[in-house]
């Protein structure tokens, strides 16, 4: 009985902790910042920039599009906000281009 309750309670555990592993493995959301502007701040070399480009449909069948090339002050934070637009914008969208350093796009 002892063992069955143990049981129990380690799945019950597990059940509680799988969401919070989940969370810790996604990105924080960050904003993404006006190519001009982050370059007179922080200098060109040292903007990271992608394009994104996607669409989907919206409640009522029309067609939503969203094309940006956003900046970002370093690596992570493109690939973060990358993961992000890929989630919110999933399936419909095409390959966006890799984070690059300086103003590319």
């Known amino acids: ?21 989940a969370e810790a ?10 190519c001009r502007v982050l370059a007179a701040q922080i200098g060109t070399a040292k903007v990271w920039q992608t394009t994104f480009w996607a669409w ?7 067609r939503e599009e969203y094309f940006v090339s956003p900046c970002f002050a370093n690596e992570a934070n493109c690939k973060a906000w990358l993961y992000w637009a ?19 796009y």
Do not use: E, K
């Open 56 to 62: 989907r449909t919206d409640d009522f069948g029309h």
């Open 86 to 104: 890929r989630s919110d914008w999933d399936p419909n969208y095409v390959p966006p281009q890799p984070c690059r350093r300086g103003v590319a």
């Open 1 to 21: 009985m002892r063992i069955a309750i143990g049981m129990l309670g380690l799945g019950t555990l597990a059940l509680v902790a799988l969401p919070h592993a």
């Open 25 to 34: 493995a996604q990105p924080a959301r960050v904003p993404s910042f006006d």
